[in-house]
């Protein structure tokens, strides 16, 4: 039979409020983490990366943390706009041992709807 | 500098025919990558590509799928005899010849639809 997708997990935020969006990543060994955005009907966009021997880095109006403990990373939007309205996916590379190779995991996404 | 260009957009196919999926990456890049996308979903990652080579298909089907990245012209991915289970959104990416991990680049995808 026809295999049902699963819905993305949502979260509505006010214009201008900060909304923080997370992510759980599976392999101990990644050691490289992306979020992307993805408006409907167009490919991932980069937003923002961190390696494995940080634990912060910003960008502009944008945050990502990992916690390496509990295999988490987080992105945070800081005073929201409606063009920050998509869909947001964490992803981990899964294979440095290639040199320059971008063998990516995305995590399930999350979609982000701001309110006017 | 244009970005990775993918056609066609939208490809409509019966159950049995051959789909033929193009992209071109950026200028300057040699390495490129096929991820599929099911609705609702994260992208899967199917190959990756440098000119001429295949470099890992890991997460290619092992049957009807294949890919290639000839030295003139476009990446192909290439289905033979489709079935409604391969609709989905094709999405290629691509990044610069370099020793350091770089960012991809993605195109907007082919969306594929099986009758």
């Known amino acids: 039979g026809e295999s049902v997708g699963l819905h993305l997990p949502t979260l509505s935020v006010q214009e201008g409020d900060n909304s923080i969006i997370n992510c759980a990543y599976s392999n101990s060994a990644s050691d490289y983490f992306i979020w992307y955005k993805q408006e409907s009907g167009k490919g991932p966009q980069f937003i923002i990366d961190i390696r494995s021997n940080m634990d912060k880095r910003q960008g502009q109006r944008v945050t990502v943390l990992l916690n390496k403990t509990v295999k988490h990373l987080s992105l945070q939007i800081a005073a929201t706009q409606p063009g920050d309205s998509a869909v947001y996916f964490c992803?981990?590379?899964?294979?440095?041992?290639?040199?320059?190779?971008?063998?990516?995991?995305f995590g399930q996404g999350t979609r982000l709807t701001i309110n006017p | 500098n244009a970005g990775v260009m993918q056609n066609p957009r939208h490809l409509v196919r019966r159950r049995g025919q051959e789909a033929r999926l193009r992209c071109s990456p950026m200028?300057?890049?040699?390495?490129v990558y096929w991820y599929r996308q099911l609705p609702e979903e994260g992208l899967k990652f199917m190959v990756y590509?440098?000119?001429?080579?295949?470099?890992?298909e890991s997460g290619m089907p092992k049957e009807r799928f294949s890919a290639e990245f000839p030295k003139e012209g476009p990446s192909i991915l290439r289905i033979q005899q489709v079935v409604r289970g391969d609709s989905a959104a094709y999405f290629c990416a691509s990044s610069p010849t370099t020793g350091v991990r770089e960012k991809l680049f993605f195109g907007s995808g082919t969306q594929l639809s099986v009758l």
């Open positions: 992803a981990e590379n899964i294979d440095p041992k290639i040199q320059g190779a971008q063998k990516l995991v």
């Open positions: 200028k300057g890049h040699s390495h």
């Open positions: 590509l440098q000119k001429e080579n295949i470099i890992d």
